[in-house]
């Protein structure tokens, strides 16, 4: 829709199965985010609006240099406000299993449409014990393979063997059409923290992997990403990473 569009004029295709409108503003990049997490398009078309559309054919530079960019609001949690979230419970059976499913993606780095849609049997033993889960990425098609971490398999619970193999891990949020989102940010607001999202919790376990030293490449790897340049938008350096920078610098004693 442009801005003198009037709604009513979607009214056939609102009946339609495969239809789904958002009222979003295009420059808000936290809001269009969310709605490619859930969504996740094979293609995105926009169309221009009515006004200035020769003028920007003939000079598009000018408009791109007035288009404001916003900071972004997405920041990746630290260790303290998740144990803070940690103590603090969501009601209800669908809360609870939203605030586990978190957790897990602060583990793991998977989105929300990969949370949704995992699976028992994508999760396996190794010869040495150790956990780990292939799946294949909703939005990429791509296979990503994470080791599980203590805290990880914690969130399953001791229910790995006892389980339909071919269930959902997460079974309530895979068959809800509730924004979810909706109980994070009220989850967070309740801890003092802001625009808590599933997305934060993808943030936060990429920010925490570089902080105790991963590699770029293999947080890359961790995140599915198929372009490491989609990482760095991770690796905006922290105070820890600053520090760390620096005391690695070799100490010169002077006279």
């Avoid at 801890?191 to 925490?208: D, F, K, L, P, Q």
Wanted: charged content about 25%; glycine content about 4%; overall charge positive.
């Amino acid at each position: 829709l442009t801005y003198a569009a009037n709604i009513h004029t979607l009214n056939d295709a609102m009946s339609n199965p495969n239809f789904k409108f958002y009222k979003e503003d295009i420059r808000n990049r936290e809001g269009i985010d969310r709605i490619f997490e859930v969504e996740h398009p094979n293609v995105v078309v926009n169309f221009a609006a009515e006004s200035h559309v020769d003028r920007s054919i003939d000079s598009p530079a000018e408009f791109v240099r007035n288009i404001p960019m916003p900071d972004s609001k997405k920041q990746p949690l630290s260790v303290d406000e998740m144990k803070r979230l940690a103590d603090i419970p969501i009601n209800g059976k669908l809360g609870a299993e939203v605030k586990r499913a978190f957790f897990f993606s602060c583990f793991t780095g998977l989105r929300i449409s990969d949370i949704k849609t995992l699976l028992w049997n994508m999760v396996f033993k190794d010869a040495n014990g150790n956990f780990w889960l292939q799946k294949k990425q909703n939005k990429t098609e791509q296979f990503v393979t994470i080791p599980l971490c203590e805290s990880a398999i914690s969130v399953l619970g001791a229910k790995y063997d006892k389980v339909d193999m071919n269930l959902p891990i997460f079974p309530r949020l895979a068959q809800t059409k509730s924004n979810t989102d909706q109980y994070l940010k009220k989850w967070g607001e309740r801890a003092g923290i802001a625009n808590v999202s599933w997305h934060t919790a993808r943030h936060t376990m990429a920010t925490i992997a570089l902080e105790h030293g991963a590699e770029l490449r293999t947080v890359s790897e961790l995140l599915g990403h198929t372009n490491i340049s989609m990482t760095l938008r991770y690796a905006k350096a922290t105070d820890t990473l600053k520090k760390t920078a620096v005391d690695k610098l070799p100490r010169i004693e002077m006279e």
